[in-house]
């Protein structure tokens, strides 16, 4: 079975600095993997994903992350963040099954501090 | 641009009374799946529907119930609520591109529900 673990619940941090979240997960066969953000009372929507290919993956609003299979990892980062990217962030993982499960992390809220 | 849409928004209901959350999709998605969220705990798979006719249990399948009415709706039915069914209820669905499921997964706007 495939599981995510995101490892902060919170991450504070000032306007312009940078910032890492971190996400490791479990699974036994190949899988892709997503970073989800959530704003206020808002459903989910797709920062980036890794399918194959190029372990770096660039998503929208110059988030990137790096997929790492020896530590089974997929953290998220950004070199310098806004206020507006004040957010609830999810990674997830899925299996190449056809079923399209996604299974969430617990996610990481990040507050950035003026 | 309707992308998915879930009704209703907001639901109370009193412990035992039953209910059915919405969900149609305009995108032609094969898949649909509803999940909760609830603080410290992301988002779990309820139920999903990986095509049409099919449906099968996710994490947390217990006390709930769904139905594939065609390829658009994906319908969540509580039979008895109780206060720990107290969450929010997220519809989404997704495409299969060539067989494997790598595309978006698309969300509505979620449902808040809250049982006395």
């Known amino acids: 079975a495939q599981s995510v673990t995101q490892l902060d619940s919170q991450v504070p941090v000032f306007e312009e600095a940078p910032v890492e979240l971190r996400c490791n997960y479990s699974s036994s066969v190949s899988v892709y993997l997503f970073w989800y953000v959530q704003y206020p009372n808002q459903g989910l929507q797709l920062l980036l994903k890794y399918l194959s290919g190029s372990t770096l993956v660039k998503g929208i609003n110059g988030f990137e992350a790096e997929f790492n299979k020896s530590q089974t990892s997929f953290h998220l980062r950004k070199p310098s963040v806004h206020i507006s990217d004040t957010a609830e962030y999810f990674c997830?993982?899925?299996?190449?099954?056809?079923?399209?499960?996604?299974?969430f992390g617990q996610g990481t809220t990040l507050q950035v501090k003026p | 641009n309707a992308g998915v849409t879930q009704t209703p928004k907001f639901q109370v209901l009193k412990t035992g009374q039953s209910m059915t959350l919405q969900c149609a999709q305009d995108m032609n998605h094969n898949s649909m799946y509803w999940y909760r969220q609830d603080p410290g705990m992301g988002l779990r798979l309820i139920y999903y529907?990986?095509?049409?006719?099919?449906?099968d249990k996710g994490e947390v399948p217990n006390g709930y119930n769904v139905s594939r009415l065609n390829k658009r709706e994906f319908s969540l039915r509580l039979e008895s609520a109780a206060p720990s069914q107290t969450s929010v209820y997220f519809c989404?669905?997704?495409?299969?591109?060539?067989?494997?499921?790598?595309?978006?997964?698309?969300f509505g706007e979620g449902s808040r529900l809250t049982v006395l």
């Open positions: 989404a669905s997704r495409t299969l591109s060539g067989g494997a499921v790598t595309g978006e997964l698309f």
């Open positions: 529907s990986a095509s049409e006719g099919t449906t």
């Open positions: 997830a993982v899925s299996g190449s099954s056809n079923t399209g499960k996604l299974i």
